[in-house]
C-alpha cells in the first residue's frame, strides 16, 4: 500500500496503513456498534489516545480529523468483514492486537451498557485476532477497571 502511508510534518496525519489508525479504526467501530457514538464513548477514545504511547504526539485538531477519518472508514464498510481483515492486517503483532481490543473493550463499557451488537463487535474481534477467552478476560477487566493496556513495540 502507497497511497496510505502516514506522512509526518508539523503535526501527525494519519493514513489508512497505519497502525494508529487501525487502533482508531477499531475504538470507532466499538463506538458505533450500537447505532451512534455517545458523548461519554468520545471522551473515552479521547482518554485512551492521549495515555498511549502508539499516539505520542497527537494533537486535539488532529485526533478530531482522525476520528471523522476512521468514522467515515468503518460507515462506508459494508459489514465487520469487510473493514476487519484490513483492521487486522495493520497490527502487525498480538501485543497490538491486545491492545485494540482493549481500546474496543474501554469504548464499550464507557457508558454502562452493553448491548448485544456492542458485545457482537468484541467477539468478532477475539475471533479475529485469535484471542483466547483468557486473553479477552484480562482485557475485559482492565477495560472495566479503567487499567493501564501494557505498551506494545514502536508507534
Known amino acids: 500500500m502507497t ?57 486535539a485538531d488532529d485526533l478530531r480529523a482522525a476520528i471523522e477519518h476512521a468514522a467515515r472508514r468503518v460507515g462506508e464498510a459494508q459489514s465487520l468483514e469487510h473493514i476487519l481483515p484490513s483492521i487486522v492486517d495493520r497490527l502487525p503483532d498480538k501485543a497490538s492486537r491486545e491492545l485494540a481490543f482493549g481500546l474496543a473493550a474501554s469504548v464499550i463499557v464507557a457508558d454502562g451498557r452493553t448491548p448485544l451488537a456492542e458485545l457482537n463487535i468484541l467477539k468478532a474481534l477475539q475471533d479475529m485476532f485469535d484471542l483466547s477467552e483468557e486473553d479477552v478476560a484480562r482485557l475485559f477487566e482492565t477495560a472495566q477497571s479503567h487499567g493501564e493496556f501494557p505498551p506494545t513495540k514502536g508507534k
Open 3 to 59: 497511497t496510505g502511508q502516514a506522512m509526518t510534518t508539523e503535526h501527525i496525519h494519519f493514513g489508512d496503513s497505519t497502525r494508529q489508525a487501525a487502533l482508531f479504526e477499531t475504538m470507532i467501530l466499538a463506538a458505533a456498534a450500537d447505532g451512534s457514538v455517545d458523548k461519554v464513548e468520545l471522551q473515552e477514545i479521547y482518554r485512551r489516545v492521549f495515555e498511549r504511547p502508539e499516539f505520542h504526539g497527537i494533537q
